[in-house]
Nanobody, 125 residues
């Protein structure tokens, strides 16, 4: 089975950019969709973005559309989340997750069944 491993979190200031990466451990992402979710303190986990490894179908949450970009790196077998114009409300633990959702399930965390440990992103001045 594939196990996602996140990296790249940290502390940044409002307006800064940050890149998160999700690497596949155990096997490749081939045949899966790879999604990013986040959970802020005291809030439920929410969908951020997802991309289908084969075909490239993707989706974004409205709150990050135009600021975040999800992409695949076939050579490195990784999925990246480029985050720009970061806001304090983007502060959260970001999780990478793997599953085989149909398009209508892209935003549903229950459609993803392998989860990483999470990486903290803090946006603060």
């Amino acid at each position: 089975q594939v196990q996602p491993v996140e990296s790249g979190g940290g502390l940044v200031q409002p307006g800064d950019s940050l890149r998160l990466s999700c690497a596949a451990s155990g096997r490749t992402f081939d045949g899966y969709s790879v999604g990013w979710f986040r959970q802020a303190p005291g809030k439920e986990r929410e969908f951020v973005a997802t991309i289908r490894w084969s075909g490239g179908n993707l989706a974004y949450a409205d709150s990050v559309k135009g600021r975040f970009t999800i992409s695949r790196d076939f050579a490195g077998n990784t999925v990246s989340l480029e985050m720009s114009s970061l806001k304090p409300e983007d502060t959260a633990v970001y999780y990478c997750a793997v599953g085989r959702p149909i398009v209508s399930e892209f935003r549903n965390e229950r459609a993803y069944y392998h989860w990483g440990q999470g990486t903290q992103v803090t946006v603060s001045s």
